[in-house]
């Protein structure tokens, strides 16, 4: 069945996960620590971060996870500390993490959606960091359905953001592609039975994604060439 869709993950997909993450942690650990080296290193241990490098390791649960895993991984380290509070300091931080594009996004929904094509976004992150990140780049309308962890339809690998998706767009799914940098993207659409397209751009090697994916691209600029979408 010929797709008429693409459904794209966010950080590691659309925009540069090291560049924004690894800034949004080291804002967290800092504000949470109150720059206490020995509070710090402890919180970057719970999420698997090298403080020394400034960067996440591989196995972290928060590459793939929800905001809300990484505030309870967080929050066991920090009883003295209310939840909602350690969760608002995470969402805040993540709405200044700065966003760096794999490729123009603008451009590129503009020649799916000029095809024809339904573009959507679904992210383990929440629902409104996901149109915040996206309107720093003028890209919020350039996709016809936006979800997060908390929009209400589950999280991957669950695959009930994914359906929700071709059912608000009227395709079956597997007129669908979904999109992704990590494991827990392809899995959710195996399940969802959508077509799977791994990209390079996240912390996982092809030889992570290829046995998951139909397909694994450099980037999600190779899309329009590799399904000769003109």
């Known amino acids: 069945m010929q ?20 800034a949004w942690a080291m804002d967290v650990l800092a504000m949470l620590g109150g720059n206490d080296p020995a509070v710090m290193a402890r919180l970057a241990a719970a999420i698997e ?18 905001s ?3 505030t309870e991984l967080l929050a066991a380290q920090l009883p003295h500390l209310a939840y909602d509070h350690i969760d608002d300091i995470l969402t805040q931080a993540a709405f200044r993490a700065p966003q760096s594009q794999v490729v123009p996004l603008v451009e590129l929904m503009a ?23 996206l309107a ?12 997060g962890f908390n929009s209400g339809f589950g999280a991957k690998p669950d695959p009930g953001p994914l359906l929700a998706f071709a059912k608000h767009v009227g395709l079956e ?35 992570d994604l290829s046995g998951h994916a139909d397909v694994v691209l450099n980037h999600i600029g190779e899309i329009p060439q590799y399904f000769q979408i003109s």
């Open 3 to 22: 797709l008429q869709g693409f459904l794209f993950d966010k950080d590691g997909t659309l925009f540069d996960y090291n560049i924004a993450w690894n």
């Open 49 to 66: 971060f090298d403080l020394d490098q400034q960067r996440f390791l591989p196995t972290s649960p928060v590459i793939a996870g929800t």
């Open 68 to 70: 809300q895993e990484a």
């Open 173 to 207: 799914p597997a007129q669908v592609a979904m999109v992704g940098d990590s494991l827990h993207d392809l899995i959710a659409g195996r399940r969802a039975g959508m077509y799977c397209i791994g990209v390079l751009t996240g912390m996982a090697t092809r030889d």
């Open 136 to 147: 720093q780049v003028g890209a919020v309308d350039s996709f016809d359905f936006i979800a």
């Open 111 to 133: 020649q799916l959606r000029a095809a024809g094509l339904k573009t959507g976004v679904v992210t383990n992150d929440t629902e409104q960091g996901a149109q915040v990140h």
